[in-house]
């Protein structure tokens, strides 16, 4: 039957992304306490978001500036007033080197690039040489993520000395961006080991005669570890961290250890549209569309992957009865995990989505609610820029 109870934010169309503020506010500041205990600069990486609203935010709570992927998003965040930014993902090719120009043209602005092979600082020093400038980039360290990265000692200052030769670029440091682990015991060792790499390749480049003021560490799964040996004394090279995503979450998040189901600060609000002729399901009004596709397939071999069959895209807040088991473009199947909890036709239902980053990206804005409320709506200022 329609209508069995009461409708959440009734004057809200779905699908819609729903932002929880106070979770937001609370991952912020702990991000921010831990980090100034370090004695760390934080520098929030934005991806996830993609909102100047958001960032501001966190540079309210203490933020040094922020760090993004491409410098597409990049431009959006300086054309949205930020001036101190690093862009995290290496690139190459005439049409982003004519971006970065204009990004280093911006009066008051500050940018750094993150880079992993010669080639890539060759055209940023082009960009230099053409505006009489240096470009600050830095050396990307492969610690394990088998995605890009030059490995930690030896390899990093040969580079760096070929970057010496370069006009138009000056080397300010080093990044390292941690990745995986099962438990907090992993999770905390990988932490620690990718310091090691980083202080260790620091002190190299210092001994060969590099000025470095940017040593950086510290994903969203292993940024709390980092800290944690930063405050005891260790890893005295390390001045900034970079964690994004635990400032919203998602169930990618939680099985990472990144953070608790309470702490997801971001829900997808759907309705019911359907339940004909289905004992084991109900058709909501949310698919690939609004959620992406993404089952997690990396966790394939976890005994909660699948539910009879079915990957998970999601999990339904308050309602662990319930299996998000198949997305079509525009609508999506939840399954009954219990027979004698079934949903009515026209009710409402929170899920916390796999991947927060392909969400907010598919979306021009998100409500800000608090206590059941709509308080604002969030602007996603980087939708559709480089992505």
Not at 80 to 94: C, K, M, Q, R
Not at 113 to 126: H, L, N, P, R, T
Not at 132 to 154: F, S
Not at 361 to 384: Q, S
Request: with cysteine; net charge neutral.
């Amino acid at each position: 039957m329609a209508g069995k109870q009461s409708i959440p934010y009734p004057e809200i169309d779905t699908p819609a992304v729903l932002l929880d503020l106070d979770k937001l506010e609370a991952n912020i500041k702990v991000m921010s306490r831990l980090a100034a205990e370090a004695g760390l600069r934080l520098r929030p990486h934005v991806k996830v978001h993609e909102s100047a609203d958001i960032a501001k935010l966190q540079m309210d709570a203490g933020a040094c500036g922020i760090e993004v992927g491409p410098v597409d998003q990049a431009l959006a965040m300086a054309e949205a007033g930020f001036n101190d930014i690093i862009i995290a993902h290496p690139f190459y090719g005439a049409p982003k080197l004519e971006k970065l120009k204009k990004l280093v043209q911006k009066p008051g602005v500050k940018v750094a690039v993150v880079f992993d092979m010669f080639e890539q600082a060759e055209g940023i020093s082009q960009v230099g040489q053409a505006l009489d400038k240096k470009v600050p980039v830095i050396i990307k360290l492969e610690t394990g993520a088998n995605r890009y990265g030059v490995q930690p000692g030896k390899a990093v200052v040969e580079m760096a000395k070929r970057i010496r030769q370069l006009p138009g670029v000056q080397l300010k440091g080093i990044y390292t961006h941690e990745a995986g682990g099962a438990t907090l015991e992993e999770i905390d060792k990988m932490a620690f080991d990718v310091a090691v790499a980083a202080e260790e390749t620091a002190k190299l480049l210092k001994k060969e005669g590099f000025t470095i003021d940017h040593v950086s560490a510290g994903a969203s799964n292993t940024y709390q570890a980092t800290c944690r040996y930063v405050k005891k004394g260790q890893f005295t090279e390390l001045t900034e961290i970079h964690p994004g995503s635990c400032v919203i979450g998602s169930m990618m998040h939680v099985h990472r250890l990144a953070m608790t189901l309470d702490q997801c600060a971001m829900t997808v609000l759907v309705s019911v549209m359907s339940t004909s002729h289905h004992p084991t399901l109900a058709v909501v009004d949310a698919g690939i569309k609004t959620f992406g596709g993404d089952s997690l397939i990396w966790r394939r071999d976890a005994p909660d992957f699948f539910w009879e069959g079915k990957p998970g895209f999601g999990y339904v807040k308050g309602r662990p009865d319930l299996w998000v088991g198949f997305l079509h473009a525009e609508t999506g199947r939840i399954f009954y995990k219990d027979q004698s909890q079934k949903l009515a036709l026209g009710e409402r239902v929170e899920i916390i989505p796999n991947n927060s980053f392909v969400v907010i990206n598919l979306h021009k804005e998100l409500y800000g609610v608090r206590k059941d409320k709509i308080e604002k709506m969030i602007p996603v200022t980087g939708m559709g820029r480089g992505t």
